[in-house]
């Protein structure tokens, strides 16, 4: 299984909203509503932000919203903050009952 | 409040085999959801290992599929991964996890570094 495609860096000022992709085939993205997305900030272990494409885990903010079209999911951070500056990865269900990560978007907050 | 910690040597020689632990407390394993192993090598991205059943039913990456074993011990409450025949490219902080939907890990381990070298 090959790893979903995501933009290697995005950069966002404070207030303002940035979406990272997420791409991938029929085979999983776009074959299933299971898309979930992680934070992971240096040294820490990651962190759910997202599952089944756009459900909030309790205790996660507003600001962070999923979605997704055809075989592309998107993360949208609205209201950046500094303490958003993390890595994102995406992570799909697939057709073989496996799971896959995207290849992970560095997040710099201007 | 649930809680997993991985425990393993820090340190393989190739060819031989990984065996890593995960011990989970504040929930009962066979209980119910999936328990997985997820790897990141230095500096890199998330890959995701594989995952067993609260029954023990298993699924690997067809990647490693022929290499890997999860498996359960209900009597202590941990899970367990074996990777055999490593190499470098097996060096990685391995991370233990709880899946609770298709893709959603929610807790998740601190993590252990284990370096594959002579």
């Known amino acids: 299984q090959s790893a979903l495609t995501q933009p290697a860096s995005v950069s966002g000022s404070p207030g303002q909203s940035i979406t990272i992709s997420c791409t991938g085939t029929?085979?999983?993205?776009?074959?299933?509503?299971?898309v979930s997305w992680y934070q992971q900030h240096p040294g820490k272990a990651p962190k759910l932000m997202i599952f089944?494409?756009?459900n909030r885990p309790s205790g996660v903010s507003i600001r962070f919203s999923g979605s997704k079209s055809g075989n592309t999911a998107s993360l949208t951070i609205s209201g950046l903050q500094a303490e958003d500056e993390a890595d994102y990865y995406c992570?799909?269900?697939?057709?073989?009952?496996?799971?896959?990560f995207g290849g992970g978007t560095k997040l710099t907050v201007l | 409040q649930v809680q997993l910690q991985e425990s393993g040597p820090g340190l393989v020689k190739p060819s031989e085999t990984l065996s890593l632990t995960c011990a989970v407390s504040?929930?009962?394993?066979?209980?119910?959801?999936?328990w997985g192993w997820i790897r990141q090598p230095p500096g890199k991205g998330l890959e995701w290992i594989g995952i067993?059943?609260?029954?023990?039913?298993?699924f690997y990456n067809p990647s490693l599929k022929s290499r890997v074993t999860i498996s359960l011990d209900t009597s202590k409450n941990q899970f367990s991964l074996k990777l055999s025949s490593v190499t470098a490219a097996d060096t990685a902080l391995y991370y233990c996890?709880?899946?609770?939907?298709?893709?959603?890990?929610?807790?998740w381990g601190q993590g252990t570094l284990v370096t594959v070298s002579s």
């Open positions: 996890a709880r899946r609770i939907l298709a893709t959603a890990f929610d807790y």
């Open positions: 504040g929930y009962s394993i066979s209980s119910g959801f999936y």
């Open positions: 067993i059943s609260h029954s023990g039913s298993t």
């Open positions: 029929s085979s999983d993205v776009g074959g299933y509503d299971s």
């Open positions: 089944d494409v756009s």
């Open positions: 992570s799909s269900y697939t057709s073989s009952s496996t799971q896959v």
